[in-house]
């Protein structure tokens, strides 16, 4: 026995008809013939965004549906690459942040936890995506965000075992950021970025067994509440996604579902900057 009911998607139907648009066009890049796939684009679209936002579990999914379970995750993952294809890179994203007027851009790691495990990493006895800061399995992700802490821009995936300039060094951001390191666009990260103070401005480290001058202080005061908010990307991606709380698919994937879900929620409130 099994109940059937109503449920409604917590976004407009025009996002959900974008998703659809780009299956469509990715079936016909594939030369996929008509009445070939088990879904069509528009119910396929919804089930990418049911398991993004509402996290639902790929065998409901497949059962709501009448796939297979294979079929499932290849559907999911076909919306997953042509969402996270849309995503803006990191130059165009820097470039339109100038071009709106804005002091500075914020940069925040944030880790999606992920229940794979058992990894090995370069450390033995360490799992790869172990992160002792966290205490917890996932994937170090990079986030730009506008001043007032809107996400524009995500980076793919390190493995978190990865302190977060270690993350900026091996995507090779560093070098592009430090292009727009000026008077009229500034990068703003916490003491997380301290080695990198040349090109993101940070605030000033106590010294050891010393104080902040007053100067300092006062530095650190203005600069942490401008900052702050800038952590509200993470939170608001983790909030309206499910799927960021806890990733179950392959850990090198994570990146890619960031920037779908990123794509989303851009595409949903009509908003990139």
Known sequence: MSDTYTAV?????ATVSFLSGLLHAQRQRLGTRAETRSLGCFKQ?????????????????V?????????????????I????AQAPGLHSVLLAAKMAGYAHVNIDGTLIETDRCRAPGPTPGVDLWWSGKHDN???????????????LWTSPVRPGREHDTTALREHGILPLLSTWTDGDLRVLGDLGYEGEADTITVAFKKPRNEACT??????????????????RGNSLLKTTFKALRNVSLCPWNIGRITAAALVLLHIDHGRTT
């Open 9 to 13: 998607l917590p976004v407009r139907e």
């Open 45 to 61: 679209a919804v089930l990418v965004i049911r398991w993004l936002i509402d996290g639902t579990r790929v065998s409901q999914l």
């Open 63 to 79: 059962a709501d549906n009448k796939i297979s379970r294979s079929t499932g995750y290849a559907y999911l993952h076909e919306g």
């Open 81 to 84: 690459t042509v969402l996270a």
């Open 137 to 151: 399995h996932g994937g170090n992700v990079q986030v730009i965000t506008a001043p007032d802490g809107w996400p």
């Open 214 to 231: 007053d100067v300092q202080q006062q530095f650190n005061k203005a600069h942490n509440a401008v900052r702050a908010i800038g952590e």
